[in-house]
């Protein structure tokens, strides 16, 4: 049998694969993460400043406020079915804030409830956040013995 | 001895097996599409009355099998063999449906060709007179592929252009001998696909992965029968959304047997209105050409409106494992030539 019928060599078709795939758009795409991104961080600011002001916290307690609030908000959007249209949306904008890391722990814990309480939520609630977790920690770890061996 | 044979990979079927019912059960957004009106059922939410997205899967498989059955004129234990498959783990949607019908079960796996590898064998397992009645079924549903194959449904990914909207949906057809009701089309023959592969590993692109199977056995089905483009009313392929569609056309004239932007359609592109529905590239999943077939095509061609087409269904072989572990995706096409019953 003659195994190539379709006389062509993968180099031409990823050529050709590339001619006929529509990019992402990228300046809208860029557009709607800075304006969305930009207004949940402007908000971040209003949490902080409103529980500087009138909770009387101070800054560090005002920053803790903040995320909880926002932690809370995008859980919240989540579970009613919102956030996901916002991330579709905006992408990273949604995401880089850390609206996107409550969104990644309760989108699976959602999901995957039907499988029961330990082999679905549970083992499932670190599907997506997993892999930023273990390498976020994995770096402060190296970078705070980088700084305690070199510059204390 | 003579074989029902020609060419390479052609296999005639003399006693024409005839397409005696279909059904087609969708969901809400397929039944919001242009083809809406002509599915037996649109279910109006996703888990369609059950409590999950499998279980829901399950019930439009049945009820679209159970629907053709009934529209034949017949009864489950009329039926001889049940061929299908689905997208999930373990073809659970078909062996869990086989479970409650109680007929002999071929599971089937082809990924979203599955529907034309099942009407394939089924044609052949007629010709042969082995059996005189079959069922041949395929379904997908976009929740329970979406949390197989990528994220939970509320998690805010963005998706590519390239990429594809899974379908909601079941298409069933009965394919018999002896037709106890005014057939929807004949079986004439069937090209059973390679396995081809041309290095696409990005499984947002599905379609680019399918294209080069699609032209694969269109070629082989063209040179077994001397047969060309133009000598078909349709060549329907079943999903391989715009990006597939044109690459394929593109193949096409490189490989100097041109398919004509006229006689092409893709179950994909027809399913959805990809400016309204928001379906990037078009549809996929094994309910997509199952679906189309049955609520547009096989009418079609029991009206006379078309008179031969070839339904090539394609799928795209890979799992998340083999993704991750980085290999290309094969793909593969299965096609039938159905003929109308009118003169």
Known sequence: MDKQRVHTNPQHYSWLTEQLSPPSPLGAGLGRAFWVGGLICVL???????GVHWLDMNA????????????????????????????????????VPITGFANAMVSPALEFRREGLVLGLGAKLFSIAGPVLVYGIGASVLV????????? | MPLKRTGLQTIELPLRPAVCASAAFVGKKEGE??????????AQDELYGQDTFELAEKRLYLDAIRKAILKGGLKPENVQFLLGGDLLNQIITASFSARELGIPFIGLYGACSTMAESLCLGGMLLDGEHASTVVCAASSHFCTAERQYRYPLEFGAQRPPTAQWTVTGAGAAVLSLAPSVPPQAHVVRVCMGRVVDLGVTDANNMGAAMAPAAADTLLALMADTHTRPADYDLIV??????????????LMREQRMPLEERLHRDCGLMIYDRERQDAHAGGSGCGCSASVLCA????????????????????A?????????????????????LESPKP
């Open chain 1, 44 to 50: 971040g600011q209003a949490i902080a400043d409103a």
């Open chain 2, 33 to 42: 599409g242009p083809l809406g009106a002509l599915f037996d059922h649109v």
């Open chain 2, 237 to 250: 392929t079943g999903d391989l959304g715009q990006v597939g569609r044109d690459l394929l056309l593109q």
């Open chain 1, 144 to 152: 705070g013995m980088i700084y305690a061996l070199f510059f204390h």
């Open chain 1, 60 to 95: 560090r307690a005002a920053s803790s406020l903040t995320s909880i609030t926002l932690v809370f908000l995008t859980a919240l959007l989540t579970g009613v079915g919102v956030f996901d249209k916002l991330g579709k949306y905006a992408g990273a904008g949604s995401f």
């Open chain 2, 317 to 337: 072989l890979m799992s998340v494992t083999s993704s991750q572990q980085g290999e290309t995706i094969p793909g593969i096409a299965h096609a039938v030539v």
């Open chain 2, 296 to 315: 547009s095509l096989l009418p079609a061609l029991q009206r006379g409106e078309l008179r031969r087409i070839i339904f090539m269904a394609t799928g």
